[in-house]
Structures are given as structure tokens and as C-alpha cells.
């Protein structure tokens, strides 16, 4: 993880991101430890109650558990809980967009599907 801030969200929700996304591409894999609380703050150079929020966070979405003494852990099914959120997200809230979008231009599914494939 880089600490590449914005301006647009609060650094424990960004560094929350970063963690989902590691875990959604397969970079934190189920049952892995994340890293301590205090090497998240060293390495990202951010506060370590920032750090642990953002894993309090994680924690309360059924993400990873606390494992007394060992530290946070992936849950099991915590990635395939991730792709469904983000699926239904996307069927809710972008897709809607996209195809109006689709309609506006005046796009048909063969133009779609031509531009598609070449890239």
C-alpha cells in the first residue's frame, strides 16, 4: 500500500479502501494477516489511531477478525462477500448511468460489442 491521500474522504476510510481492494484482487487472501496497526502507521506515515480505525471498520463489515495476542486476520468469505456487494452496487447505482448513457448515443449491443473485443 502506497499513502497516496486525497483530500476527498478521511485518511481511515481511504486506508479502509485500500485493504478491501487488496482483498478483492487477491493481494490479502482469506485467512492472512493484515499488517500490525503500528506497521500500517510507520509505513503509510499516519496516525496509528487512524490505522486502527480503519480496521475497527473492517471489522464491523464482517471483514477480518481480531485475534487476541496474533493480531487481524481475513475472514473466510470475505472476498466473495465484497464482489457481491460491489456487484449489486453496480447493477443499482452505475449500470443505470451507463446504459442511459448507451440510449443518449444511440449505441446498439453489435457497435458495443465490436468496440469490446478490440480493446
Same mark, same amino acid.
Given at each position: 500500500m502506497?499513502?497516496?491521500?486525497?483530500d *476527498?474522504?478521511? +485518511?481511515y476510510?481511504?486506508?479502509?479502501?485500500?485493504?478491501?481492494?487488496? +482483498?478483492?484482487?487477491? /493481494?490479502?487472501?482469506?485467512?492472512?494477516?493484515?499488517?500490525?496497526? !503500528?506497521?500500517?502507521a510507520?509505513?503509510?506515515? +499516519? *496516525?496509528?489511531?487512524? /490505522?486502527? $480505525? /480503519?480496521?475497527?471498520e473492517l471489522v464491523?463489515d464482517?471483514?477480518?477478525? $481480531?485475534r487476541?495476542?496474533?493480531?487481524?486476520?481475513?475472514?473466510?468469505? /470475505? !472476498?466473495? $462477500?465484497?464482489?457481491?456487494?460491489?456487484r449489486? !452496487?453496480?447493477?443499482?447505482?452505475?449500470?443505470? !448511468?451507463?446504459?442511459?448513457? +448507451?440510449?443518449?448515443?444511440?449505441l *446498439?449491443?453489435?457497435?458495443?460489442? $465490436?468496440?469490446?473485443?478490440?480493446n
Amino acid at each position: 500500500m502506497t499513502p497516496d491521500w486525497t483530500d *476527498n474522504s478521511p +485518511i481511515y476510510r481511504q486506508l479502509k479502501d485500500k485493504v478491501v481492494t487488496a +482483498i478483492m484482487e487477491g /493481494a490479502l487472501v482469506e485467512g492472512e494477516a493484515l499488517p500490525s496497526v !503500528r506497521s500500517v502507521a510507520v509505513d503509510l506515515q +499516519i *496516525n496509528p489511531l487512524t /490505522a486502527s $480505525k /480503519a480496521y475497527q471498520e473492517l471489522v464491523m463489515d464482517g471483514l477480518v477478525e $481480531k485475534r487476541r495476542g496474533l493480531g487481524m486476520f481475513v475472514l473466510e468469505g /470475505a !472476498r466473495s $462477500k465484497l464482489i457481491e456487494a460491489e456487484r449489486e !452496487r453496480f447493477i443499482t447505482e452505475e449500470w443505470p !448511468r451507463v446504459l442511459e448513457t +448507451i440510449r443518449r448515443l444511440g449505441l *446498439n449491443t453489435e457497435e458495443l460489442l $465490436k468496440s469490446g473485443l478490440s480493446n
